[in-house]
């Protein structure tokens, strides 16, 4: 199941990842909590937190949309029309952006993803059917409306983008997954940057059984080691 959602351009995290996070990681976030909440925008990096609690995997992907698709303002066009609607089927496979070892049998529960630029949408609560389905259809609806809101600002916007303020936009992915063997996710070679050109770079926080990780990964070096449960 995926649900899709518009949010403000300001708020960076959801809420129900924040807390999740913020109850594991504790005390080391309480300071941190003051940067989480204006992150810096650099195109080409974003971050990737990840929480296995017994068989339980969650996962929050937070990157700018430049790097998913190029551009960060409303479709004006049916190339970036398609551009989001690729980008939304994409971040919906789990198994690839995360890289998770088919050893795991990790089962894809449910998948949120939140984004400006998917304004308009509303949540989806039943099945939809296979992930990529339900993410087509989604994002098919919504751009539609916002291509049309996209030409009524496209002055404004046009000019922003000469002048170097265009609004920054970031696409916000949470995860839940349930691993049979979670003792396979020793380590996972993340599959987001063969999955997005633009993409450089992701700041990793990962804590298990084994304990708390932080890594940063690059389109050069994908791979993250966790130690094992054994």
Same mark, same amino acid.
């Given at each position: 199941?995926? !649900? ?9 995290? %959801? ?19 003051? &940067?989480?909440?204006? @992150? @810096?925008?650099?195109?080409? =990096? ?10 339980? $995997?969650?996962?929050?992907? %937070? ?11 409303? @479709? ?8 989001? =609607? ?9 198994? !690839?952006?995360?890289? $998770?070892? %088919? ?65 920054? *936009?970031?696409?916000? &992915? ?9 003792? *396979? ?11 997005? *050109? =633009? ?24 791979? $993250? ?6």
């Amino acid at each position: 199941m995926i !649900r899709t959602h518009a949010i403000h351009p300001g708020l960076r995290y %959801s809420l129900g990842a924040s807390l999740l996070l913020l109850a594991v990681f504790a005390p080391a976030l309480v300071h941190a909590e003051t &940067v989480r909440q204006h @992150p @810096p925008h650099v195109h080409g =990096r974003g971050a990737l937190n990840i929480v296995l609690d017994g068989r339980a $995997l969650t996962a929050e992907l %937070s990157v700018p949309a430049d790097d998913l698709v190029g551009f960060e303002h409303p @479709p004006r066009s049916q190339a970036e029309k398609s551009a989001i =609607r690729s980008a939304v089927e994409t971040l919906d496979d789990a198994a !690839r952006i995360l890289g $998770l070892p %088919s050893t795991a049998a990790c089962v894809q529960d449910d998948t949120d993803i939140h984004s400006p630029l998917l304004e308009g949408e509303h949540a989806h609560d039943e099945d939809g059917g296979p992930h990529g389905e339900t993410a087509h259809h989604d994002a098919d609806d919504v751009v539609d409306q916002e291509r049309h809101e996209g030409h009524e600002e496209h002055g404004n916007e046009h000019g922003g983008e000469h002048g170097g303020h265009e609004e920054h *936009a970031e696409f916000h &992915v949470i995860y839940r997954l349930t691993c049979a063997d979670p003792d *396979a996710l020793s380590q996972l070679t993340v599959g987001y940057f063969e999955a997005f *050109a =633009r993409a450089q770079a992701l700041a990793v926080q990962a804590v298990g059984p084994w304990g708390q990780t932080a890594a940063t990964l690059t389109r050069n070096k994908p791979n $993250l080691l966790l130690a094992t449960t054994n």
